[in-house]
């Protein structure tokens, strides 16, 4: 499982976790199963791991282990899941690593990223309908701009959508190195590589709907928690590190906490760490992928 797949914030992100070794658990992002895997050598016979994946790949990477349910689907129907699994009063704690596996960034026809010559796919789930080649091909400029700006934070985001859309009037832009090439002329001397990084990221996310599955998933979460359950979450970028943030704090999306009649927040969760958890230098060194993540740790209020 490993050449899968590094997990980031192995040790801290189980460890915030886990609260009985007889208790019942998800892992919401199963990828190569490496936060599986350390869940399931801490618990005991009686303890239970419910893992969600919508790649077929990561799903063919499961461990021969009676403890484990995995199911092929989106994080954000979690509570339906855990509902149909029986454990209507709760489970005790719910992962979710937020990053993309290195299996889906290092298999070339995946299309995810820009080193390799290949389809412009990027899904996830392979049997989605959308690919990122149907976005850039079919997206009007303006919402290929706000895509670019909201999910990439990419600086000259109209510029780059103007690019986009010139192009395709010649050819389809049908691969990476379409794609990369269209935009050329705007890719900023000696950075090209972070400012491509950012536009792959906002088509990656546009393709596989990231943002709305996060915060289903969130809210899913937080109504599958027994009170003193945790949620432990892993971010990679400021959009979902923000979600992830505001939801903690407010119970929302916008960050707006609600109040009932004394003035206490309405919010299910509290946070755990008020500032999120980073990898150490020698993670960083082993693999430079743990470089922008993000533990937050929360608690279900009693």
């Known amino acids: 499982m490993s050449e899968y ?3 980031v914030l192995l040790d801290e992100s189980v460890s915030a976790l886990i609260s009985s070794a007889s208790g019942i658990y998800a892992d919401a992002t199963f990828g190569g199963g490496g936060h599986t ?3 399931l050598r801490r618990l005991g016979a ?3 791991v419910i893992a969600f994946d919508r790649d077929s790949d990561a799903i063919a990477n499961r461990p021969d ?3 484990l349910t995995l199911i092929r689907s989106d994080f954000r129907w979690i509570h339906n899941h855990v509902l149909d699994q029986g454990y209507a009063e709760g489970i005790d704690g719910v992962l979710a690593d937020l990053g993309v596996s290195s299996h889906q960034f290092d298999t070339a026809e995946r299309g995810f990223s820009f080193r390799y010559e290949a389809p412009l796919d990027m899904r996830m789930n392979r049997e989605a309908a959308t690919t990122a080649a149907d976005i850039v091909n079919g997206y009007e400029q303006e919402e290929l701009e706000r895509i670019m700006k909201l999910y990439g934070e990419v600086e000259n985001s109209r510029k780059i959508a103007q690019l986009i859309c010139k192009a395709r009037t010649a050819a389809q832009i049908q691969t990476t190195t379409d794609l990369c090439k269209a935009m050329e002329s705007a890719l900023p001397r000696f950075a090209e590589h972070k400012f491509l990084a950012k536009v792959y ?3 990656r996310i546009e393709v596989n709907q990231e943002m709305r599955s996060l915060e289903k998933f969130l809210g899913g979460a937080a109504k599958s928690l027994k009170p003193g359950g945790r949620l432990v979450v892993i971010t990679y970028h400021s959009l979902e590190d923000r979600m992830v943030k505001n939801f903690i704090k407010t119970g929302n999306m916008e960050g707006k906490a609600e109040k009932d009649f004394y003035g206490n927040i ?3 969760l509290e946070a755990v760490n008020r ?4 990898p150490q230098e020698s993670e960083i060194s082993a693999n430079t992928r743990a470089r922008s993540a ?3 740790i929360a608690e279900k209020r009693i």
């Open 65 to 67: 282990d009676s403890r």
């Open 294 to 296: 993000k533990l937050r």
């Open 46 to 48: 009686d303890g239970r």
């Open 37 to 39: 895997g350390e869940i």
């Open 5 to 7: 797949h590094t997990p």
């Open 275 to 278: 500032k999120p958890i980073l």
């Open 201 to 203: 990221q906002a088509l």
């Open 266 to 268: 309405t919010a299910p």
